[in-house]
């Protein structure tokens, strides 16, 4: 049944021109069937190398938006839309938008594992390997 499965799978991807990214905390059966599977940006970054015309992401919601970002041209499609993480829903746009209308002059620097709109609203985004190196360079009246 399962070796039936991973088949069809397979003939679906070859005939529809499609990677499957799957995140490094999916189930291993998931990952099995993975064309790629990593973290979250490396996976978007993966999507963007892709000469495949369809990229079904197997992780959360902010992931398949940062590849749709790096991959306009591209379907993106989510195994489950629903799928959330709570630390990057931890910040919303509107808190953003408060937090730079009290500090004007603020940088703003967001993690790259936030929603779009998050995104769309920070003057720096980083990742966990390169934020230090990121606010380090901005200046003191900043």
Do not use: W
Not at 75 to 100: F, H, S, Y
Not at 102 to 118: E, L, M
């Amino acid at each position: 049944m399962l070796k039936e499965l991973v088949k069809k799978i397979e003939q679906l991807k070859k005939g529809r021109n499609a990677v499957i990214l799957v995140h490094n905390y999916q189930l291993p059966e998931v990952q099995d069937i993975a064309d790629f599977s990593g973290d979250s940006l490396g996976l978007s970054r993966e999507a963007a190398k892709s000469k495949a015309k369809i990229i079904v992401f197997c992780g959360v919601y902010f992931m398949a938006e940062t590849a749709s970002i790096l991959c306009p041209d591209k379907i993106i499609l989510i195994a489950d839309p629903l799928a959330g993480c709570p630390m990057a829903n931890m910040i919303t746009v509107e808190d953003v938008k408060q937090l730079k209308k009290r500090h004007p002059k603020a940088v703003v620097v967001g993690y790259v594992n936030t929603p779009a709109d998050v995104k769309a609203e920070l003057d720096v985004c980083c990742t966990s390997a390169n934020a230090v190196e990121v606010v380090s360079k901005i200046k003191d009246d900043e």
